[in-house]
């Protein structure tokens, strides 16, 4: 209860601490830090202690300061909804007004979800977009996000809240937890993570006497008497029990004031708190309680509007009595809803009232005429167990699709029920055991959505499902990762089973793409192109564009990689006919972004890439982790090998679906490899191991693993391993992804070839090149640049090599380019033309040593040298761990833009990276600068200017 000056008796020191971590968020408080960092508090206590009214009273101080402030609470009945509390802090579903409210509205609801592998990755890429819309609300000012009843939240906001807390030290925020201390899994991980990152744990105990006569004494605007004092003690120090103790009393005309004094005429007051609540129920009238109780099946807040369609009554008929329960203070008005005032009141009511299934039912009857959201009809079914109402299982039937999208884990609940309560010979039984199994998939169960779909087929009645049901095991094979198994069972399905025109495609469609997953390219092919005249022939734009991007797929691993970019843009240009799906669309765009990688065309394979991973940040998962690899990869070529781990650390945060952590270790073993890092390269090359063989979906990336293995091997002196190793690479390719596809690694090839002595294997490279080149009618700069480097190492003819330098000159290929001038070095010497040499060599160092790769620089020096080559130049100096010059360039670049006041988004937005990479660069640069906040780094860097 707070005071006439807006305190809290007896929480003053909370109130303070509060305030003090607002204040070190931003704000101009009661108390000004110097610096402006985000924190979290946790408040816990028991029912009744005064956390809300704590977080009630923190929230308009801050406010008061300028702070923008996000208020909500879970809700009892809502654990099943996904981001149900804190999207009533965001104030989704309150108009929506702001656009980027909406879009994340739009992804709560479900929309552009196509399959189940994407559905499983959607509360990821929402946490992402929620980040992302904090991070832009907090460039503009100091924010304060307090949500209270956090033992009810459910699992995806619990989610939102530890992804917050890793990044809350670097922005103006501060986040405040309120729950009660009750035994809950997810709530007890939220409490240790954010613990752990320097949160603060306000424990609520009981006040004080002093402090419980103060709220007698504001309550009733007087002093009190020792006896009214002593029969308060009764209230154990519980705010709410003092509350309704002095309000009961007062109602019962026990309370005499004399003299300026408030003394009770009683000895007797209420024994429990929810005794003394209970009794404010009895001056209401039996409308108002009416009310209430309809009120109590709603949640502790609702509108006016809820209250119409449960009740049946129009608003202006529920005024009176409206008006009657607030003057009881059994609700109060907050915003453009009512509330309980305390949760313990909903309780009491709700516990009272008669057939509770009965009448949760009537509210998901009437909330359902209403066109209320299909997830607040579900969570009422199950309550009241679809009693009294034949049309549930209609309304489970045409809203089950929308729900399994918005809430999957509510709806297996309500279909398991629904199919408990349906006779086995019930028309509509199969119907509710494909979306069963629909709803455990797109859960993530897929082992469970297996087993519900053979169930369903054994006992099939409808035979027109069995297609359908069949596509369920597939599907669930493949989020398990059993890509062989669901390949096998679509050629069964195929072979045996009698489909419609359009279910046939289907499966050939998935049987195409599995087999190109599954390195089978030439079955694949084919089975594209029957897909591809089949579609022609039905007019079926989904299959035609699956099937280009399989035939595009294909000629990426081969290494043609102007048809793959001719047949990616084909699949666009023929998916323009209908929309797209994002997970087609984000493929596609990095068919397209590789190649033209590979084809030296830089700007529009950037362009490419961050067309895709524009879209892949809506769908999160596998989609925009390989969106962050194929980035990285670009900037491990481009010698950006910083930025390049930082892209691998923040990608490593995602699921870790199909493997993709393998290719992320592989990347980052390569870098460390090439610095000579061998501990930090072993220990990534073990992790990729731990994800145990190459999945269909990483299998692209694989060679980079091989090549940081092969380096180690070199570097112990066993480089007839390294060469055994690469050559079978380029010779029968890693997985599906042939040596043509990788012709950055033919110059190491016929290195370590011709200093092992194989020459036979230095010719078969070249040679091979060559032929390429004269197959190809338009063969580019760089894949002559690079036969003319092989042919040059092999001839040691230094006028070969340099044909060589023109297609380097201008190329992306920075770590292709350092390698070719230390070669070109070392022929020159073969050559007796120690000067040129030289030159060559201070290139080459020169690069390595842009790149701190230390190995190479050894390599160089002590291969050089065996020719009395050595460098005229001083080796220089290692960037330093901390202070400034330990900022690398693109960090740097980060800290400029964070000094100018942009947000993450913003940043990432200038620097076509995503909002976590800038983060995980502005954590470094804060680490590096011994800085704790975007304040101080932006006081340091006006500082130097």
């Given amino acids: 209860m707070s005071g006439p000056n807006g305190d809290l008796p007896g929480r003053a020191a909370e109130l303070r601490t509060l305030d003090a971590v607002i204040a070190r968020a931003g704000t101009r408080s009661r108390t000004v830090l110097g610096t402006r960092s985000g924190r979290a508090v946790l408040v816990e206590g028991e029912p009744g202690i005064g956390k809300t009214a704590l977080l009630r009273a923190s929230a308009a101080d801050a406010r008061s300061h300028g702070v923008r402030v996000l208020e909500g609470a879970a809700e009892q009945f809502e654990r099943r909804v996904p981001f149900a509390a804190v999207g009533r802090c965001l104030g ?251 949760d313990l009141i909903r309780q009491a009511l709700y516990e009272s009232t008669p057939s509770r299934a009965a009448s949760h039912t009537a509210v998901a009857r009437a909330l359902a005429r209403s066109g209320a959201p299909v997830e607040r009809v579900a969570e009422h079914l199950l309550l009241g167990a679809g009693y009294g109402w034949d049309g549930t299982v209609d309304w489970v039937l045409n809203n089950a699709g929308t729900l399994i999208l918005r809430a999957p884990a509510l709806a297996v609940e309500l ?28 859960e993530g169960r897929a082992p469970d959505a297996h087993e519900r779909a053979e169930t369903a087929l054994s006992g099939l009645h409808d035979t027109a499902l069995r297609g359908e049901l069949l596509w369920v095991l597939v599907q669930a094979d493949t989020v398990a990762g059993q890509l062989e198994e669901a390949a096998q069972r679509a050629r069964d399905v195929l072979d045996s089973d009698t489909l419609s025109p359009e279910e046939t495609l289907r499966f050939q469609g998935f049987l195409s793409t599995a087999l190109y997953f599954l390195g089978d390219l030439d079955e694949a092919e084919s089975a594209a192109h029957q897909v591809r005249e089949r579609a022609r022939e039905l007019d079926h734009t989904d299959a035609m564009t699956d099937a280009l991007q399989t035939l595009a797929g294909i000629h990426q691993v081969r290494g043609e990689t102007a048809a793959a970019v001719e047949g990616a843009d084909h699949a666009l240009l023929s998916g323009r006919a209908q929309p797209m799906n994002t997970h ?200 002559r640049g690079i036969a003319a480097h092989c042919r040059g190492l092999l001839d040691g003819d230094p006028a070969v090599m340099a044909t060589a330098a023109v297609a380097y000159g201008g190329s992306n290929w920075v770590v292709s380019r350092a390698q070719y001038h230390e070669d070109a070095a070392a022929v020159l010497a073969g050559a007796g033309r120690p000067d040129e040499a030289r030159k060559e060599l201070d290139t080459a160092l020169g690069m390595y040593a842009d790149l701190h790769a230390d190995w190479c620089v050894e390599q160089a020096e002590a291969r050089l040298g065996a020719h009395g080559v050595v460098r005229r130049r001083q080796r220089r100096e290692r960037r330093p761990t901390s202070g400034w010059a330990a900022l690398t360039e693109t960090e740097h670049r980060v800290a400029a833009l964070v000094a100018e006041g942009l947000s993450n988004p913003a940043i990432a937005a200038q620097m076509f990276v995503s909002r976590r990479t800038v983060q995980s660069h502005v954590s470094s640069i804060l680490a590096k600068l011994a800085l704790s906040s975007r304040v101080e780094l932006a006081t340091y860097i006006a500082g130097r200017l």
């Fill in 92 to 342: 989704i579903g309150a108009a929506d007004g702001d656009p980027r409210v909406r879009t994340v509205a739009e992804m709560i609801r479900g929309e552009g979800q196509p399959n189940a592998m994407q559905a499983r990755d959607a509360d990821f890429a929402i946490v992402e977009a929620i980040l992302a819309l904090l991070d832009e609300w907090c460039a503009a000012g100091p924010l304060a996000l307090m949500i209270d009843d956090v033992h009810w939240a459910d699992e995806a906001s619990l989610l939102l809240l530890h992804r917050l807390g890793k990044s809350l030290s670097t922005l103006p925020m501060a986040v405040v937890c309120a729950y009660r201390p009750v035994p809950d899994e997810g709530l007890e991980r939220l409490r240790r993570s954010l613990i752990s990152r320097d949160a603060r744990v306000l424990t609520l105990g009981p006040l004080g006497d002093d402090a419980v006569s103060r709220v007698a004494e504001d309550l009733l605007g007087t002093a009190i008497g020792p006896r009214l004092r002593r029969l308060l003690r009764g209230a154990s120090g519980n705010p709410l029990f003092v509350t309704e103790v002095v309000e009961a009393l007062e109602r019962d005309r026990l309370i005499r004031v004399a003299q300026g004094t408030a003394e009770a005429v009683t000895s007797s007051v209420p024994q429990s708190l929810a005794s003394a609540v209970l009794s404010r129920l009895e001056w209401i009238s039996d409308a108002g309680l009416s009310l209430l109780r309809a009120a109590s099946l709603l949640g502790s807040s609702f509108t006016v509007s809820d209250l119409s369609t449960v009740t049946g009554h129009s608003a202006a008929k529920l005024v009176e009595p409206i008006l009657e329960v607030v003057r009881s203070g059994a609700l109060t008005e907050c915003d453009d809803r009512l509330a309980f005032r305390h």
């Fill in 584 to 783: 087609r669309q984000v493929a596609l765009q990095l068919i397209r972004a590789a190649c033209l990688f590979e084809l030296d065309r830089g700007p529009e394979a950037q362009a490419g890439l961050e067309a895709g991973f524009a879209l892949a940040e809506r769908s999160g998962g596998i989609l925009l982790a390989t969106c962050h690899m194929c980035r990285a990869t670009f900037m491990f070529h481009c010698g950006r090998w910083d930025d390049a781990l930082a892209e691998i650390d923040v990608a490593l945060e995602h699921p870790a679906h199909l493997g993709i952590p393998r290719a992320f270790q592989g990347l980052g073993a390569l870098i460390a490899a090439h610095r000579g890092e061998f501990a930090v390269a072993k220990a990534r090359l073990a992790a990729a191991e731990q994800v145990g063989t190459p999945s269909p979906t990483t299998t692209y990336y694989e060679y980079l693993v091989h090549w940081a293995q092969q380096i180690l091997q070199q570097a112990q002196g066993h480089g007839q391993e390294a060469l055994k190793d690469l050559r079978h690479g380029w010779r029968h390719g890693f997985g599906p992804v042939t040596g043509r596809a990788i012709p950055c690694r033919a110059a190491d090839l016929v290195r370590l070839a011709l200093e092992s002595g194989d020459r036979a294997t230095a010719e078969e490279v070249t040679t091979s090149l060559e032929l390429r080149i004269a197959s190809e009618q338009h063969a580019t700069v760089r894949m």
């Fill in 415 to 442: 279909l398991g029920h629904v199919l408990k309560e349906t006779a086995s010979d019930d028309a509509h039984g199969d119907t509710l055991q494909l979306m069963l199994a629909y709803a455990l998939l797109w």
